[in-house]
């Protein structure tokens, strides 16, 4: 069983800058791609950024050159790197990996 414990969220202004930590237990860490989703006031849940066992990324349009999303295999943490944060970008934040989910982390981005 995997268990995926995010934090790092907050309030911050547009323009500014948070760092979101998902910590998970469970030796499959290594082995699966990892991810990143949001979901919104009345938005469906989004694929924010993935990242694969190896390294390899992927983003969402709307956060490419401002999100950058990272794993260390070793402490079996992922990170996700949030710069230039707009309000859009206001959302409850959620770890996935190998079918599991966080329980979230709220990130309000306003002024």
């Known amino acids: 069983q995997v268990q995926l414990v995010e934090s790092g969220g907050g309030l911050v202004q547009p323009g500014g800058s948070l760092r979101l930590s998902c910590a998970a237990s469970?030796?499959?860490?290594?082995?699966?791609?990892m991810g990143w989703y949001r979901q919104g006031p009345g938005k469906e849940r989004e694929l924010v950024a993935a990242?694969?066992?190896?390294?390899?990324?992927n983003y969402a349009d709307s956060v490419k050159a401002r999100f950058t999303i990272s794993r260390d295999n070793a402490k079996n943490m992922v990170y996700l790197q949030m710069n230039s944060l707009k309000p859009d970008d206001t959302a409850v934040y959620y770890c996935?990996?190998?079918?599991?989910w966080g329980q979230g982390t709220q990130v309000t981005v306003s002024s």
């Open positions: 996935n990996g190998a079918g599991y």
């Open positions: 469970g030796s499959i860490f290594r082995f699966t791609t």
């Open positions: 990242i694969t066992r190896s390294g390899s990324t």
